[in-house]
């Protein structure tokens, strides 16, 4: 007998598969989910952002492609948007050039513009005024974080309103 786990695996895989039959060299699926009473969760994104339309097709080629006979679903298909945290590379490279918050894996908080981001890791660049011995004013200091994705606790957007 297979472990559900590996069922679920399988799926998840084949569900994969059918999303980017759909994507576009610029798109990149950032998650496929399955929860227990067999809702399908599935993320997509794309350098330029996602439309409803690109959504459409997407939900379409899997509700074509699966079976509802053989076993019930609901699937919802969307861009991760926003407020949810990097899960792929390809969301740091979606980014460089804007400001995100970084949580290393040792609980220290960064917020800065992502500069760079490669296979390896980012480089995050953080500027804040600190006061600084022999200055009456605070100074801006600027330091550069060169950090493996392994170091990378969480990472997400910061949404500005400027």
Known sequence: MIAKETVV???EERLAELVEDRLDDKMFIVDVRISSNNEIMVYVDSMSGMTIKECISVS??????????????????SSPGLTKGFKVKQ?????????????????????????????????????????????????????EYNL????????????SFK
């Open 9 to 11: 695996k399988l799926v």
């Open 60 to 77: 379409r080629n899997v509700e074509h492609n699966l079976d509802r006979e053989e076993e019930d679903f609901s699937l919802q298909v």
């Open 91 to 143: 969301q740091y490279e979606k980014y460089t050039g804007k400001d995100i918050e970084v949580l290393t894996n040792d609980e220290q908080q960064l917020e800065g513009l992502l500069k760079a981001s490669d296979e390896e890791g980012i480089i995050l660049e953080t500027s804040k005024r600190e006061k600084v011995e022999g200055h009456k004013k605070k100074q801006l200091i600027v330091k």
């Open 148 to 159: 493996k994705y392994d170091e990378i606790k969480s990472a997400k957007a910061v949404i």
